[in-house]
Structure formats: C-alpha cells, structure tokens
T-cell receptor, first 116, second 116 residues
Framework: NAGVMQNPRHLVRRRGQEARLRCSPM?????VYWYRQLPEEGLKFMVY????????ESGMPKERFSAEFPKEGPSILRIQQVVRGDSAAYFC??????????????FGPGTRLTVT | DQQVKQNSPSLSVQEGRISILNCDYT??????FLWYKKYPAEGPTFLIS?????DKNEDGRFTVFLNKSAKHLSLHIVPSQPGDSAVYFC???????????????FGKGTKLSVIP
C-alpha cells in the first residue's frame, strides 16, 4: 500500500535552470496539495489541484512557478529560472475526495531543492 | 502574520512522563485542527485531528484538547517514549467550501526530545 511518492528526493539546480518536481498521490486519492518549507519554518501552502484542474493557487508565487495534475501521470510542480531563494523542501500531500469538509492530508517524503 | 503559533521551539521530557505540546491560533475561521509528526528528511505524518464541534479527541497515547474560546489547542502524549522524539506541527484549516477552504496553515513546529 504505497503512500504519497515524490521524486526526485534531492535536486540540485544552478541559478536560471528549471526544476521539475513530481508527486504521485496515494491510491484512491484524487486531490493533491503542494507545500514549501523553508529552513526553521512551518510548511506553507502553495497550490491545491484535482485531476486536470487547479482549485486554489493562492499560495503560489505569481511568476516562474506552475503546477499541473494531468489526467494520466503524476502531479508536477515546475519552477522556471530558479533562484537561490527557491532552495527549500517541497512537500506534496494527497487526500481522498472531499465531501462535507476538510479531511486529513497525507504527505510524501519531500523533494529537497538546492539552487547553487 | 502567523495565524498558527507554536511558541515553544523545543521540549524535553523524561521517558514515561506526559508530553504537552501547545498551539495557539488567531484566525477565527479555523475550525479543523491537526497534529503532524515529522522526522528529519521525511514528510510529516498525520497523528490526530479535531473538529471545532468537539473539545477532546483521543487515539491511543495521543489526546488533543481544543479550547475554542481561547483559540488554543494542545497535544498530550502519555506515556512518552523515545520513539516520539520528533518535530510536531500543529495545522489548521477552515471548513467552508471555496477558495482557501482546504489549505492547511502550519505552525513552525516544536521539537520534542524524550529522554530514556
């Protein structure tokens, strides 16, 4: 019974390159969330997606960041032209279909992005 | 503006005693609360949750108490075990539908050390 899977676990990029982070939700989960954790901070919400739909991207920086959750395949968080301030741990979470209110979100192991 | 606050960055407790982790929130729209446990280099693991219609929820050694008038919740672990040593995050969510409804807002965490 696989949990939320994220890859790569570690990613090193030079300034100006693109970073692609992948997330496969738990089996039976159709809702995906991305969070970012800076050192010594809590996790900060970025975006909430369902299949082929962005539901809430209020936490996503307006430029260089994008997310998708296609009909087939994992959810992708894409960061273009990375800068040093993008260095952080990026966590993906998933939950089952939401009915009647919030439910627990289950987190993956994270991708640690380092921008050199 | 921190909407979820964990004012103790760290806590040390003797094995077998009670651990009490505290969390305060400021947003009166929050009415669903969760505790997560996180080991280094891993994603947060869901522990226990509570809805605002309750003031207590218990699961084995873990009990969460909610004082809605004080906007305060606490996690009690009894008896504490060395394997409980981790960072504990408090998280909160509103339960209305629509934009922002399902994003979790996290505190900065409390590092618990259980001494054998």
């Amino acid at each position: 019974n696989a949990g939320v899977m994220q890859n790569p676990r570690h990613l090193v990029r030079r300034r100006g390159q693109e970073a692609r982070l992948r997330c496969s939700p738990m089996k039976g989960h159709s809702h995906v969330y991305w969070y970012r954790q800076l050192p010594e901070e809590g996790l900060k919400f970025m975006v909430y997606l369902q299949k082929e739909n962005i539901i809430d991207e209020s936490g996503m920086p307006k430029e260089r960041f994008s997310a998708e959750f296609p009909k087939e395949g994992p959810s992708i968080l894409r960061i273009q032209q990375v800068v040093r301030g993008d260095s952080a741990a990026y966590f993906c979470a998933s939950s089952p279909r939401q009915t009647g209110g919030p439910v627990e979100q289950y987190f993956g192991p994270g991708t640690r992005l380092t921008v050199t | 503006d921190q909407q979820v606050k964990q004012n103790s960055p760290s806590l040390s407790v003797q094995e077998g005693r009670i651990s009490i982790l505290n969390c305060d929130y400021t947003n009166s729209m929050f009415d669903y609360f969760l505790w997560y446990k996180k080991y280094p280099a891993e994603g947060p693991t869901f522990l226990i949750s509570i809805s605002s219609i309750k003031d207590k929820n218990e699961d084995g050694r873990f009990t969460v108490f909610l004082n809605k008038s004080a906007k305060h919740l606490s996690l009690h672990i009894v008896p504490s075990q060395p394997g409980d040593s981790a960072v504990y995050f408090c998280a909160a969510s509103p339960s209305y539908s629509g934009a922002g409804s399902y994003q979790l807002t996290f505190g900065k965490g409390t590092k618990l050390s259980v001494i054998p």
